[in-house]
């Protein structure tokens, strides 16, 4: 609990004013990652860094009459997590709009929200699902049909995006962007037509996604101050799951400096939750170059401050040489000009000190990618001279891996298997499965390995559903993925999930442990991650969430102790109605929820084999305990 003064163990407050520590947290058992000092059960903070890190009884005396004192109820407490691979620039300024799946333990849930929010949208506003699940998670096991959505929702737009495979478009949305007969297949993209012709609702990503984007980007948008109290509320939500830094990869229909303003000026106004250390994705094909000098000339990596910085480009430097990563379609062929457009791009970053981040989800491209690499690499001294690295990497090679070491490069990998493994097991089989990627054998050659989400359009942002998959191999679904050579122990997969995170925005000094001197950012957790069962992990939060010495997150004993979040003024918003991230129901809720999904689980598992379909195996549904 927090009080305004609480003196601990006796010892009677520092009564010189300014002398006390702003903050102090107690009765802790905390994990600091700091191998020097690995435990503490108490810290002191001033100034937004941590002043002690050790014994209650030693951090007693920086309790001054005016610290506020936290009382961590002997609950395990651990450094700010920190996602070295998202989206959160792009997720908050869309939040307010999204009917988010993440988390929903059936299809017959999930349609009720859908049909409830259509009842309560206005009109010329849409109904949006666009990442955060996969039909694994659902005791149904499967996808809603276009009959299920047009039922749910006659009369409203509905957009549901499935991976970077497909959408579901209702036939309001349809005529909404104006998909009629007519309509052309893009390049990479297919709208799914019916005999007659007509669209059916169904779009392909075969293989890239840009048909799934362009279309969500014909939907309506928020206003700028929309944008601004948007972003405010997916931020609160990141710090409900223990959050406290991301590094926000870019990504397509995020261009700088103008989708970048929320965050920028929340950051001027003090407001920022989350650390954001941020990239510049090339928007346009055939520009590339263009927009790498204009950004060149405007800003350079580390510009910034300790909320909002400049970390580099990518991550897609070039359209011409990004692979796509819709294990449901054939592994795409890059263009011919790949090698010559990457290189370009790479050699003009070099030389203006700006390091990258640059997508690879197959070896094959790595390779490719490798070889400019090593070309660029002979006219200055044997490596690229700039931070870079690998993100997704899931069928990397060990000689790969080599040649990555050599060129000072590392990696960054994100759990797009946890929410994708059945798709790639299906085309690429299990043995190649157990590797993708080949986390254990990326840690032994030496990289920084950090791990991430690839949230919000894949992933679901809870980075504990990507810890549970760090260490214990299997998927949303519980089916076993990997080899027990490529799982990692807990800490282990939290130090990727810290301190890594911060070598990659070249932070480490500053966070990523709890040491004196670093930044005040820190999790006191619902559940002792350490001891739990394998299967609570992907339900652990944070009780409450500290990020600069600020209280911005707090729940159950803490209740309202957090800086001040206004409710949605968007009264219509799906987060206003259901939250984000699906709250998991306690005692004879929970109880007959789960009855439910498995009674939902029997009867779809008897109509896949009436109809002679193959029903894959698992070995363990998360959902089934807790």
Sequence with gaps: MATKTMPVGGMRPVESAGTGADLVVRNAKIYTGDPANPAATAVAIKDGVFVAVGGDAEVARHIGTGTRVVDALNRRAIPGLN????????????????????????LRRALDMLREQAGRTPEGQWVRVVGGWTPEQ???????????????????????????????????????????????NPPGGEI??????????????????????????????????????????????LNRFGLTSAIDAAGGFQDFPDDYGTVMQLAQRGELSIRIAYHLFPQTAGQELDDLRRW???????????????????????????????????????RDNAAADL????????????????HATYDETIRHDLDVFEKIAKDSGGTLGVPWLFDHAETISEDSIARV????????????????????????????????????????????????????????????????????GTDIGGSRLYSRENIVDRATALEMYTVAGAKLSGEADEKGTIEV?????????????FTVADSVIPYIEAELTIAGGRVVYASDQYEGQDEVLEAPSIEWSPVALFGGYHRTPSGVQQAN???????????????????GEQVREHTHNPLEDC
């Design 405 to 472: 070491k050599a060129l000072g490069g590392n990696v960054s990998i994100q759990n797009r298997m946890y929410f994708q493994g059945a798709a790639f097991e299906n085309r690429y089989g299990k043995a190649a499965t157990e590797w993708a990627p080949p986390v254990t054998r990326l840690l032994e050659a030496g990289l920084t390995v950090g791990a991430g989400t690839d949230a919000t359009r894949v992933s679901s942002y809870n980075p504990w559903l990507a810890l549970h998959w760090l260490t214990t």
């Design 517 to 529: 001197g670093k930044y005040a950012d820190l999790a006191i957790l619902s559940a002792d991650y």
């Design 593 to 611: 929820g789960f009855v439910e999904a498995s009674n939902d689980s029997a009867e779809q598992r008897a109509w896949r084999e009436r109809r």
């Design 296 to 334: 060149i000339g405007m800003v350079k990596p580390g510009d910034g401050d300790q909320w909002l910085r400049a970390n580099g480009a990518g991550e897609n430097l070039a359209w011409s040489p990004a692979d796509f990563e819709n294990f449901a379609e054939p592994r795409p062929q890059l």
């Design 192 to 237: 799914v037509r019916d005999r007659s012709g007509e669209p059916t609702g169904l779009l392909l990503a075969a293989p890239g996604a840009s048909l799934l984007y362009s279309t969500l980007s014909k939907g309506p948008v928020l206003g700028d101050e929309q944008k601004l109290e948007s972003t405010r509320h997916f931020f609160r939500e």
């Design 138 to 184: 659902f005791a149904e096991k499967r996808l809603p049909t276009l009959k299920e959505l047009n039922a749910a929702a006659p009369d409203t737009p509905v957009f549901v995006m499935h991976l970077y495979q497909s959408a579901l478009m209702n036939r309001a949305a349809l005529a909404a962007v104006g998909y009629t007969r007519d309509s052309p």
């Design 343 to 358: 290189e370009a791009a790479a050699r003009l970053l070099i030389e203006n000190d700006w390091g990258f981040r640059l």
């Design 83 to 106: 996602d070295s691979h998202t989206h959160v620039i792009r997720g908050g300024n869309n939040y307010l709009m999204e009917l988010r799946w993440d988390g929903v333990p059936s």
